[in-house]
C-alpha cells in the first residue's frame, strides 16, 4: 500500500537530487550537510569560546602580569565563555550536529519531516553567531554581565562594560537563535515521531534518538522563556521600558525607569536555564549509551529504565528553575519544593549510571577513543552531578552560592561531561560521515590529556569554592580572608588549562588530516547494529537509503546473542536461527 | 529562475512538510503494524509549534502577573476599541471554522469563508494598531509604566503571530484557486482554522488578565 508512493516519492527526489556545488554543499536541504554545517560552526565558535577561558584564567592564575586584561575585558571574556560554550557551541552542536545527522539515519527516513526549515535553521544559527561575534565591534565592546545577564547591572550604562549596543546585540543574537533552534525543535519532534520506517517503534529507537527527542521538547518549551526575557530586556535597554529595571540612582543620578522588577528576569531567565543544561545533557547521554553499549559488545542494561529516566529528566527539569535563585530570596515553602524537586532529579541520574556500569560489567570491552571519551563522560558526570547534593541543599547553597564550588560544579556535570560526550560521538561516527578512520594514537592522547585535565582544572574549584573564593572576580587581593595558597592552586589550575586547550589541535589536527587522508573505512567499522551504519554506500548518500528503505526487525542492542552467526545483529536483519530469536 | 522553483518548492516543503505529494504524511510505525501518530506531518509539526508558542504566552501571561502585583503599577484605561476587535477575530475564527467544515464536504463556499476570514483578521490588526494610536494620544507609551509596556508588549506579539497565520492563509487562497480540494488544500484549511483558535484563545487569556488588572 506504502509502496507505490514511497518509490514514486524517492524517484522524484532523485531527479531533484541537487548538483551545483552551491546547492550541495551551501545551501542544501540535506541532512547531513547540514549536520556537518552546523557541526563545523559550532566548533569553531567553541574554539573562540575556548580562546576565552585561556585569556580569564591567565588573569585568575597570574593577575597582574598581563597588563591587556582589564577588568572590563575580564568580565567581557567572563561572559562570552559561558554564553559561547553553553548556548552557540554545546546546543547547536548536540541538537543541529548530532540531532540532524542521527535522527533520519537512525530511525530509517529519508530526510527531516521539513528539510528547507532545516536548512533555515542553520542559517538562522549562523545570523545569530555573526550577530554574537559583531559585539565586539561596536562601542564598549560585547557584554560583561556574566552569561546569565541578570538586570539592572546588565542594561545600566557603566554599570556593566558593553551595557550599550554590547547586551543589545546579544540579545538580538539570542532571540535569533531562538527562533533557529525553534525551527530545528520542530522539525526533530515531528520526524522523530512520523519519519519512522517500518518496524522501528518507539520502544526500538536508539538511545540516542530518545536523548536528542526529549532533549528537542525540552528546546522547544523552553526557549521561549529566554526569548520572553531577551525582547523584555532588549525594551528596557533600546525603548526605556521598565519591565526589569526598578527607579535607579546611579552615582546621585536619576535613571527614567521605575517599577521594574529584575527577580522576574531571573524567573524566566531560569526557566529556560535550567532544562537548557538537559537538552545538553540528554543528547550526550543518548550518544554515550550507544557508544558504551556497541564497544562493550552488550545490549544496553535497562533499556526501558534508560527511556523513563530521560523522561523523568526532562519532566522534573521544569520545576527546578528556582534554585538557582535560592540567594535571591524567596518563601521558605518555594525553596523546600525546589530544594526537594532538585535533588529528586538525583534518582533517574543514578539509574542512568548504574545501567551504564551495569552494562560495561563483563562486557567484552574495545577500549577505542569513543569508548575511553564514553567512559570519561560517566565518571565527570558522576563527579559533577554528586556536587548537585551539596547545592541543592539551601543551607549549603547559601554559603557556596558565587563561589567556585558552583564553577567546578557546572562544568564538570554539564560543561565537561556534555563535551566529552561530544567528542565520542565526533570519533564513533566519524567514519560515517567522512568514510575514513580517524588516527586512534592521536585520539587517545587527546582523551588522555583532556580527562586527567579537566579533573586537574576543576577538582581544585571544589577547594577553592570551600575557601570561599568568589567566582567573576577580578582579583583576589581585597579579599583579606583567602590564604596566599589559593593563589597558588589559582595558577596551577591555569598552567593545566593552557595545556588541555593546546591538546584540542591534536583533535582538530586528527579531524582535519584524517577527513582527508585517514585510511578508509568500510561502512561499519564498529560492528554496530544501528540502522546508520547499514547504508548501502559510505558516507550515505542524498536520500540515504537508495531505492528502498530499511524495514526494521529488533531493537538495537542485539549484541553477542547466543548462537547468532557475529556478535550482533543489525536492526534491519529479520532473520536468524530460530533458536536464538530474540523475543 | 531555477533557484526561484528551488526556493519556492522548499517552502512548499517547509510548510507542507516532506514530499507535498502526501507519502509522508502517516509513518511512523507502532509493534502492531499500525502507526502511532496516525496525522500529517505538518499537523504535527503545527502542534509541536502551538505548544512553543503556549509557553511563550505563558511566560507573559506569568510575568504580567508578576509585575502588577508590584507597588509602582498604574493600571491602564483600556480603550473600548478592544471588545470590537474582540468581536472582529471572534468572527475571523468562526469564519474559518466554517471554511474548515465546508472545505471537508468540497462546498464551493469555501473559499468565501476563506475570505472572510482573511480580511477579519486584517481588520482586527487594524484596530489593534488604532488602539496603540488611541493610547498614545491619551498619554500613554511603551515606557510610561509596566502596565502601557506589558499593553503593548503583549498585543504586539499577539499581532505578530495573526501577522504570520495570514501568511499560511495567503498560501492557502492560492492553494483554494489554482486547485480545488485537494487533500493538501484541505489540511491547510483545518490547520489555518486551528491556528486561529489559537490565537482567538489567547487573545481572550489576554483580555480578560487586561480587563481584570
Given at each position: ?5 514511497h ?20 545551501f ?22 575556548m ?27 567572563v ?19 548530532f540531532?540532524?545527522y ?30 554574537l561575534?559583531?559585539?565586539?565591534f ?59 520506517t ?8 536508539p ?26 530586556l532588549l ?9 526589569f ?53 552488550k ?10 529516566a ?5 519532566a ?18 518555594f ?69 567556585y ?28 560521515a ?12 587527546h ?10 582544572i ?11 573564593v ?6 583576589f ?31 582538530a589536527?586528527?579531524?582535519i588530516?584524517?577527513a582527508?587522508?585517514?585510511?578508509k ?32 526487525y529488533?531493537?538495537a542492542?542485539?549484541?553477542s ?20 530469536q530474540?523475543? | 529562475?531555477?533557484l ?44 509541536a509549534?502551538?505548544?512553543a ?5 505563558a ?16 493600571p491602564?484605561p ?19 471554522e ?18 472572510a ?40 506579539i ?6 504570520g ?35 482567538l ?10 480587563w481584570?488588572?
Amino acid at each position: 500500500m506504502e509502496h507505490p508512493t514511497h518509490r514514486a516519492r524517492v524517484e522524484h527526489e532523485a531527479h531533484h537530487e541537487p548538483t551545483g556545488f552551491w546547492r550541495r554543499y551551501i545551501f542544501s536541504q540535506d541532512h547531513k550537510v547540514i549536520a556537518l554545517q552546523y557541526t563545523i560552526t559550532a566548533l569553531l565558535v567553541g574554539a573562540v569560546g575556548m580562546g576565552f577561558s585561556w585569556l580569564l584564567r591567565l588573569q585568575l592564575g597570574f593577575p597582574g602580569e598581563f597588563k591587556f586584561i582589564q577588568p572590563e575585558n575580564y568580565l567581557q571574556f567572563v561572559t562570552q565563555h559561558g554564553m559561547i560554550m553553553i548556548v552557540y557551541l554545546l546546543t547547536a552542536l548536540l541538537l543541529g550536529g548530532f540531532g540532524n545527522y542521527l535522527i533520519p539515519l537512525m530511525i530509517g527516513a529519508w530526510d527531516m519531516a521539513f528539510p528547507f526549515l532545516n536548512m533555515l535553521s542553520y542559517w538562522t544559527y549562523l545570523v545569530s553567531v555573526i550577530l554574537l561575534f559583531a559585539a565586539f565591534f561596536v562601542a564598549g565592546g560585547p557584554t560583561g554581565a556574566g552569561w546569565t545577564l541578570y538586570p539592572p547591572q546588565s542594561v545600566i550604562e557603566g554599570a556593566s562594560p558593553g551595557a550599550g549596543w554590547g547586551i543589545r546585540l546579544m540579545l538580538i543574537s539570542l532571540a535569533v537563535f531562538v527562533a533557529a533552534a525553534t525551527m530545528g525543535g520542530l522539525n526533530y519532534v515531528t520526524t522523530v515521531l512520523q519519519g519512522r520506517t517500518r518496524g522501528m517503534t518507539l520502544m526500538r529507537l536508539p538511545l540516542s534518538v530518545w536523548g536528542i527527542f526529549v532533549a528537542s521538547v525540552l528546546a522547544l518549551l523552553a526557549f521561549p522563556a529566554l526569548f520572553v526575557g531577551g525582547v523584555m530586556l532588549l525594551l528596557d535597554s533600546l525603548a526605556g521600558t521598565s519591565f526589569f529595571v526598578p527607579t535607579v540612582n546611579l552615582f546621585g543620578r536619576q535613571l527614567g525607569h521605575e517599577g521594574g522588577n529584575p527577580i522576574l528576569f531571573q524567573h524566566l531567565f531560569w526557566y529556560f536555564g535550567h532544562p537548557e543544561v538537559y537538552i545538553v545533557i540528554l543528547p550526550a547521554m543518548g550518544l554515550v549509551s550507544d557508544i558504551i553499549a556497541n564497544h562493550a559488545r552488550k545490549p544496553i542494561f535497562g533499556y526501558r529504565a534508560m527511556i523513563w529516566a530521560i523522561l523523568a529528566i526532562g519532566a522534573i527539569s521544569f520545576v527546578v528553575w528556582a534554585h538557582h535563585m535560592f540567594v535571591s530570596g524567596m518563601n521558605p515553602y518555594f525553596s523546600f519544593w525546589f530544594a526537594v524537586s532538585t535533588l529528586a532529579v538525583a534518582i533517574p541520574s543514578a539509574i542512568k549510571t548504574y545501567n551504564w556500569l551495569l552494562t560495561l560489567w563483563g562486557g567484552n570491552l574495545r577500549f577505542t577513543t569513543p569508548m575511553l571519551f564514553a567512559i570519561g563522560f560517566v565518571s565527570t558526570f558522576v563527579a559533577g552531578g554528586l556536587t548537585g547534593l551539596f547545592l541543592g541543599n539551601v543551607v549549603v547553597n547559601v554559603h557556596l552560592t558565587d563561589t567556585y564550588f558552583v564553577v567546578g560544579h557546572f562544568h564538570l556535570v554539564m560543561g565537561v561531561s556534555a563535551i566529552l560526550g561530544i567528542f565520542a560521538g565526533l570519533y564513533h561516527w566519524f567514519p560515517k560521515a567522512t568514510g575514513r578512520l580517524y588516527n586512534e594514537t592521536l585520539g587517545k592522547i587527546h582523551f588522555w590529556v583532556t580527562f586527567i585535565g579537566t579533573y586537574l582544572i576543576f577538582f581544585p574549584m571544589y577547594w577553592l569554592g570551600f575557601l570561599g573564593v568568589p567566582r567573576r572576580y577580578f582579583s583576589f587581593s581585597a579579599v583579606e580572608s583567602l590564604p596566599p595558597s589559593a593563589q597558588g592552586l589559582s595558577a596551577f589550575i591555569t598552567v593545566v588549562a593552557l595545556i588541555v586547550g593546546a591538546a584540542q589541535l591534536l583533535f582538530a589536527f586528527n579531524l582535519i588530516w584524517s577527513a582527508l587522508r585517514g585510511k578508509k573505512s568500510d561502512g561499519n567499522p564498529w560492528h554496530a547494529t544501528t540502522l546508520e551504519w547499514q547504508t548501502p554506500t559510505t558516507p550515505p548518500p542524498h536520500g540515504n537509503w537508495g531505492p528502498e528503505e530499511p524495514a526494521v526487525y529488533r531493537w538495537a542492542y542485539d549484541y553477542s546473542v547466543p548462537g547468532a552467526p557475529q556478535d550482533y545483529i543489525p536492526q534491519n536483519v529479520a532473520e536468524v536461527p530460530a533458536a536464538t530469536q530474540k523475543k | 529562475m531555477k533557484l526561484k522553483a528551488q526556493f519556492k518548492r522548499g517552502i512548499s516543503r517547509a510548510l507542507n512538510g516532506y514530499g507535498s505529494d502526501g507519502s509522508w504524511g502517516a509513518r511512523g510505525w507502532g509493534s502492531d503494524g499500525s502507526r502511532e501518530f496516525p496525522m500529517p506531518a505538518t499537523k504535527l509539526g503545527l502542534f509541536a509549534f502551538l505548544a512553543a508558542a503556549t509557553v511563550l504566552f505563558a511566560m507573559l501571561t506569568s510575568a504580567y502577573l508578576m509585575q502588577q502585583a508590584m507597588s509602582d503599577w498604574r493600571p491602564l484605561p483600556l480603550p473600548a476599541l478592544l471588545w470590537l476587535n474582540t468581536g472582529l477575530l471572534l468572527l475571523s475564527s468562526a469564519a474559518l471554522e466554517w471554511a474548515r467544515r465546508s472545505a471537508r464536504r468540497h462546498l464551493p463556499r469555501t473559499s468565501l469563508w476563506l475570505l472572510a476570514a482573511g480580511v477579519l483578521a486584517i481588520l482586527f490588526i487594524t484596530g489593534q494598531l488604532w488602539a496603540w494610536q488611541k493610547l498614545s494620544a491619551a498619554g500613554y507609551f511603551l515606557a510610561t509604566n509596566p502596565s502601557s509596556s506589558f499593553f503593548y508588549l503583549l498585543t504586539a506579539i499577539h499581532g505578530l503571530h495573526v501577522l504570520g497565520g495570514l501568511v499560511a492563509w495567503g498560501r492557502t487562497m492560492t492553494q483554494m484557486r489554482q486547485k480545488t480540494f485537494a487533500p493538501q488544500t484541505q489540511l491547510s484549511v483545518e490547520l489555518c482554522a486551528l491556528y486561529w483558535h489559537f490565537l482567538l484563545l489567547v487573545w481572550l487569556v489576554m483580555l480578560l488578565l487586561f480587563w481584570l488588572t
